[in-house]
């Protein structure tokens, strides 16, 4: 199965600042990757796929690259509402497979 | 709106059985791929297995493969997960989740119910 790894395991970032979180797959999933957040106590939410389109209702400072084997989720500019748990996942091959998250807390 | 509600979870003995039980709604259920995928407690995400629309395509994880069967009613807009032999590392909260159309990622899911394995 593809293996996804994910860094850092936690990001301590200021309100405002730029948030980059990384995701690198075993081995190619072309562009079949999407990026879910997930708070405390909820159910992820979808924030990009195909690697780097936004699902509806995310705001723009939500920006997903990447393609093959690496792939970035950035944080134009940190909300208070942002810090959370982030997951990496491929869908190019069965079975679907997670990264392990990164958290983004507030620093 | 797209709603997903699951149910069934319950504290259940080793070597147990359950069946959840996720009610759809906001969307036509009988066209959509269906998942359900697990978090164990303090973990990240795993998935459990799919079903399509037609029931004809269904994969399961290794971890769970011959203990647990996925399955539908279109009629009924419920997606199920039959769960037997369960064992502590099944404990999880259990959340069922749309495949986006044309694609196997899940692009909605629901808030999950809990499954605890212990005696």
């Known amino acids: 199965e593809i293996v996804m790894t994910q860094s850092p395991a936690t990001l301590s970032v200021s309100p405002g600042e730029r948030a980059t979180l990384s995701c690198r797959a075993s081995?190619?999933?072309?562009?079949?990757l999407v990026w879910y957040q997930q708070k405390p106590g909820q159910a992820p939410r979808l924030l990009i796929y195909?690697?780097?389109s936004r699902a509806t209702g995310v705001p723009p400072r939500f920006s997903g690259s990447g393609s093959g084997t690496e792939f970035t989720l950035t944080i134009s500019s940190l909300q208070s509402e942002d810090f959370a748990l982030y997951y990496c996942?491929?869908?190019?091959?069965?079975?679907?497979?997670f990264g392990g998250g990164t958290k983004v807390e507030i620093k | 709106e797209v709603q997903l509600v699951e149910s069934g979870g319950d504290l259940v003995q080793p070597g147990g059985s359950l069946r959840l039980s996720c009610a759809a709604s906001?969307?036509?259920?009988?066209?959509?791929?269906m998942h359900w995928v697990r978090q164990a407690p303090g973990k990240g995400l795993e998935w459990v297995s799919r079903?399509?629309?037609?029931?004809?395509?269904?994969t399961y994880a290794d971890s769970v493969k011959g203990r647990f069967t996925i399955s539908r009613d279109n009629a009924k807009n419920t997606l199920y997960l039959q769960m037997n032999s369960l064992r502590a590392e099944d404990t999880a909260v259990y959340y069922c989740?749309?495949?986006?159309?044309?694609?196997?990622?899940?692009?909605?899911w629901g808030q999950g119910t809990q499954v605890t394995v212990s005696s």
């Open positions: 989740a749309r495949g986006a159309g044309g694609f196997s990622y899940a692009d909605y």
């Open positions: 906001g969307f036509t259920f009988s066209i959509f791929l």
């Open positions: 079903i399509n629309a037609e029931e004809t395509t269904i």
């Open positions: 081995q190619s999933v072309s562009s079949y």
């Open positions: 195909g690697a780097s």
């Open positions: 996942q491929q869908y190019d091959y069965w079975p679907l497979t």
